[in-house]
């Protein structure tokens, strides 16, 4: 099996605090083929 890479960026707006990306980095590192998430 080849696997493929690709990278994916979105803006995300209305974080107000550090608590509020972790969140949402850790769900989606959680993410069935998610490899790497950074918030």
Do not use: F
């Amino acid at each position: 099996m080849v696997e493929t890479k690709e990278d994916i960026n979105l803006k995300l707006s209305g974080m107000t605090c550090a608590n509020c990306a972790l969140k949402i980095e850790n769900k989606l590192g959680s993410l069935e083929g998610v490899k790497n998430a950074v918030v």
